[in-house]
């Protein structure tokens, strides 16, 4: 199935970001998605779980920055609610956290038994149905600010499913080369390559 253009066109037509006078101010939390499907609706159904999940964590204000067709590739800044001030930050951490705490125990259970996959107890709502917006897809990366979600299925048909927490060397990487998500069996072994090659100043080749 393809996702017909002006039906994309009119799902992000109707995603109005707000006007922020300190956008360019302050730097924004990047969330990026990639995902194999191309269906519009299933789409639609994880940018508004990431979406409400940026909202429950503090980053109201958010710009989506760009969405590729076909395969969903979409990139989305979010900036925290307020003045920005140290209080707001440490919530916001906080709150990111339970992203990874809870991803670490979905992934247990989605890679061991797929069928019986789900979200172990957490008070963050919005966590448990951001990661269950990410279950339809068979090859799902998602970088999160500070954590990278990867669900991928093997050839033989096994499902592999992580919770990463990035270095600051591995979340700048990915910040300059956001094509690496577009393949989610390998974003991993390919962050590794990258920074290898940078740290060493080798040429990258197709």
């Not at 199935?1 to 360019?24: C, F, G, H, Y």
């Not at 924004?28 to 299933?42: C, E, K, M, Q």
């Not at 990111?96 to 989605?110: I, P, S, V, Y």
């Amino acid at each position: 199935m393809v996702i017909e253009p002006s039906l994309l066109d009119r799902i992000i037509a109707n995603i109005k970001p707000k006007r922020l006078r300190r956008m360019r101010q302050v730097r924004p939390l990047s969330v990026r998605f990639y995902a194999d499907g191309d269906d519009a609706v299933t789409a639609m159904e994880l940018y508004m779980a990431v979406q409400n999940f940026l909202v429950e964590v503090g980053y109201g204000k958010i710009k989506l920055v760009s969405v590729e067709r076909g395969s969903i590739f979409t990139d989305i800044k979010a900036w925290l609610d307020g003045e920005d001030g140290k209080d707001a930050k440490a919530k916001a951490a906080s709150k990111l956290g339970d992203l990874g705490n809870a991803g670490e125990q979905w992934a247990r259970d989605l890679t061991v038994n797929k069928a019986r996959a789900e979200v172990a107890a957490t008070n963050a709502t919005t966590t448990a149905t951001l990661l269950k917006a990410a279950e339809p897809y068979d090859n799902i990366a998602m970088h999160v600010d500070d954590y990278l979600v990867l669900k991928y299925e093997r050839p033989n048909g096994k499902v592999v499913a992580t919770v990463r927490k990035l270095t600051v060397k591995q979340l700048r990487c990915i910040e300059d080369n956001p094509a690496l998500l577009t393949d989610p069996s390998s974003v991993l072994e390919n962050l590794n390559l990258t920074m290898y090659k940078n740290d060493n100043d080798l040429a990258i080749e197709d």
